[in-house]
């Protein structure tokens, strides 16, 4: 992976419940310094530019939730604790610890102890001497928790101390061998000594919470205070209000429909082990199929025309592009060997290699034409402001190609998210499917990214000349990101999380 959106969120964090970034998750980091903020404010917006298109029909994407500050989740929190706290004649420490098993399902919690009494129960210990130190302590010296399991003071303040520094918070538990009872808060903290110490148990604990709730998420960005909530929780893409990330809240990687959270994962674990193997494909020139001459690639646009002899042809499979509307299934999907399964172990690696590189290269390729048609939005955007500054036009004017840039940039996503999902797809009726709406998506987006690129070029004097694109021209365009956004709505809805 690439494209990094976690460089923005620096913002340090003045709330106070922090969760140190020491124990966030390392999301990939592999982006090129200059691309990180162009990719950034690419992505930022995206979906609410392209609600205004007037797309008419259902965004399978569509997905409600909101941005709260750890003061406003620890209410949610606190809430629900109370509720079970008071309903289970408990403490809330250990009525958190419920919460946390239950994955703060209230409603579970109720039906099902509501007619069990207390579920612990404090008694004597049995012991004088302490299981870990074998001290001879006196009986009120001995700490027990109500699995009646007894220690000294010190062995129980020493356990927490060294779990808490750890960074364990509600996983601290009993010291007994095979006693897996958690410690409640209200247990725990007196043990540990000093308060910087008690605040970061308090920090640990909260983010356990948030962490066990089945409606919460704390936003991956680096060292954002900020929880999403939700009310259905589903693989979609959310986008914090303060830091811009954008994730899948279920998974909190980078949004990846229509492939599901564990297939992505499979995916990046795959490409991370076998680096070594891709590292040759990132060609960035390849040399024309009809005159030969070396071509650099410097759009995002997969549909070439050679500088010399003007051939139209594809980057991927260097096919002819004239008829590569028709074959752009050819160029997607991958042939399978259906004899392979009688050859040698030899050939059946050298297969499973072949099929690999070839998801491969695709997926990356994709990305990369994100990367670039992020710079082509980035010209884009200051042409704008250049005119708009001139008084040539208001930013309404130019709101269409911004809106293409975008909308592209969306639809460019999806489509490389596809690539994994059709990797690991059984073949059958439904892969062919999937595999010809991926293609119809493909050709839509190579074409709009052409019809993008070359407004681009339009607007900024390099062809034509200077002066704003036809009115048909640009009808063009605009026809353009309808029939592209259409099929990757239709891809989603028949594919994502079905
Ligand atoms: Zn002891
Ligand atoms: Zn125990
Ligand atoms: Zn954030
Ligand atoms: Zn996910
Ligand atoms: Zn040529
Ligand atoms: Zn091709």
Redo the contacts with the bound molecule.
């Keep these: 992976m690439s494209v990094d959106m976690n460089s923005q969120a620096s913002d340090s964090n003045e709330e106070d419940f922090g969760v140190n970034s020491e124990e966030e998750e390392d999301e990939d980091d592999g982006g090129e310094e200059e691309d990180q903020v162009d990719i950034a404010s690419y992505y930022e917006g995206v979906a609410s530019d392209v609600e205004q298109q007037g797309a008419d029909s259902f965004d399978p994407e569509e997905y409600l939730f909101t941005c709260l500050t750890y003061k406003e989740s620890q209410r949610v929190l606190t809430d629900e604790v109370n509720t079970v706290a008071a309903a289970l004649k408990v403490s809330p420490a250990v009525a958190k610890l419920i919460l946390v098993h239950f994955h703060w399902h209230v409603s579970q919690i109720l039906d099902r102890y509501v007619r069990l009494s207390r579920p612990f129960i404090h008694s004597a210990p049995q012991s004088l001497q302490c299981g870990v130190c074998l001290q001879i302590v006196r009986r009120d010296a001995l700490l027990a928790l109500p699995c009646q399991h007894s220690f000294c003071k010190a062995c129980w303040e020493q356990h927490c101390t060294v779990l808490v520094k750890d960074g364990m918070g509600v996983g601290v538990s009993c010291m007994a061998q095979d006693c897996s009872l958690q410690m409640p808060e209200d247990f725990v903290l007196p043990l540990l000594p000093g308060e910087e110490l008690k605040d970061k148990y308090r920090r640990y604990l909260f983010r356990d919470y948030v962490e066990s709730h089945f409606q919460l998420q704390l936003c991956p960005g680096a060292d954002c205070p900020i929880v999403i909530k939700v009310q259905e929780p589903r693989a979609r893409r959310v986008q914090c209000s303060r830091c811009s990330e954008v994730f899948c809240f279920k998974c909190r990687q980078m949004y990846h429909a229509p492939t599901d959270c564990a297939t992505i994962r499979k995916w990046l674990t795959k490409c991370a082990d076998d680096s070594e193997t891709a590292n040759y494909i990132s060609a960035h020139t390849k040399d024309c199929p009809k005159c030969n001459i070396c071509i650099e690639k410097n759009g995002g646009c ?1 549909h070439m025309q050679c500088s010399k002899c003007k051939h139209d042809f ?6 002819d592009w004239k008829t ?1 509307g028709s074959e ?1 299934y ?2 997607s999907r991958y042939k399978e060997n259906p004899d392979i399964v009688n050859q040698s172990q030899q050939a059946q690696a050298r297969e499973a290699l072949k099929k690999y590189l070839f998801y491969f290269e695709r997926w990356e390729n994709h990305n990369k034409s994100l990367q670039l048609e992020a710079q082509t939005y980035q010209r884009i955007q200051e042409k704008i402001q250049e005119r708009v500054m001139n008084n040539l036009g208001t930013w309404i004017d130019w709101q269409y190609l911004h809106n293409a840039a975008k909308l592209l940039a969306k639809c460019r996503y999806t489509l490389q998210y596809t690539y994994p999902y059709a990797y690991y797809m059984e073949s059958g009726p439904r892969k062919k499917l999937f595999e010809y709406q991926q293609a119809q998506l493909e050709a839509e987006i190579e074409n709009l990214s052409w019809k993008v690129e070359r407004a681009d070029s339009y607007e900024r004097g390099v062809v034509g000349g200077e002066g704003e694109l036809s009115a048909s021209d640009r009808g063009d365009l605009e026809n353009q990101m309808h029939i592209a956004e259409q099929r990757r709505r239709t891809l989603l809805k028949d594919f994502h999380d079905t």
């Design positions: 997969n594809c980057w991927m499979c260097l096919g590569h752009y050819e160029c």
